[in-house]
């Protein structure tokens, strides 16, 4: 079989071979961490998009989320009827994306999140891939269009709801 020339457009996947191509990649991420390291994203188009670049300073974070609803614990009223108790059916205040940023952020202490892109999700989990920057690197300080996450006004960013997922939750978008 002849390998297409570098440069040439590759020829488009079907469809069924794509579902099984995520169908095997979610059963390799069922079985890794929460938070996994990657050497390189996924979807590479969508982290370059996200203000990803390939060089050193950069770290991309697989993290797994657990999809649902969220409940409260049972307090003393045992024996009664649980229905206006307010158990069940309320809505966390957070969005999933936001919450695996801030987990990447605290198993990576030393990085700033940039942002973060949903990679994958079946029947219990949600996966997104999280893209972080060291600012204290060389080649971030000296990147005229990075260096802005080296001062000390976004230290912890994340934290306070300053990445593209925080906004979105806080209604600024």
Do not use: C
């Not at 049972?74 to 059916?89: E, S």
């Not at 006004?153 to 990445?163: E, F, H, P, S």
Request: hydrophobic share 35%; net charge positive; proline share 4%.
């Amino acid at each position: 079989m002849k390998m297409p020339e570098v440069g040439a457009k590759q020829a488009k996947m079907s469809e069924a071979e794509e579902k099984s191509i995520l169908k095997s990649r979610l059963m390799q991420w069922r079985k890794e961490h929460t938070v996994e390291r990657l050497g390189k994203p996924t979807k590479p188009a969508r982290a370059r998009t996200l203000g990803y670049k390939a060089k050193k300073g950069f770290v991309v974070a697989r993290v797994r989320i657990d999809k649902g609803g969220r409940r409260k614990r049972l307090y003393g009223r045992r024996g009664r009827k649980p229905r206006n108790m307010g158990l069940v059916k309320f809505t966390f205040g957070k969005g999933l994306q936001w919450i695996a940023e801030e987990r990447a952020a605290k198993r990576f202490t030393s990085l700033e999140v940039l942002n973060s892109y949903f990679a994958g999700e079946d029947g219990r989990n949600k996966w997104y891939e999280v893209i972080l920057v060291d600012p204290q690197h060389p080649a971030i300080k000296n990147d005229k269009n990075m260096k802005w996450i080296s001062t000390p006004a976004n230290r912890k960013r994340v934290l306070r709801g300053l990445t593209s997922a925080g906004k979105k939750a806080r209604g600024l978008k």
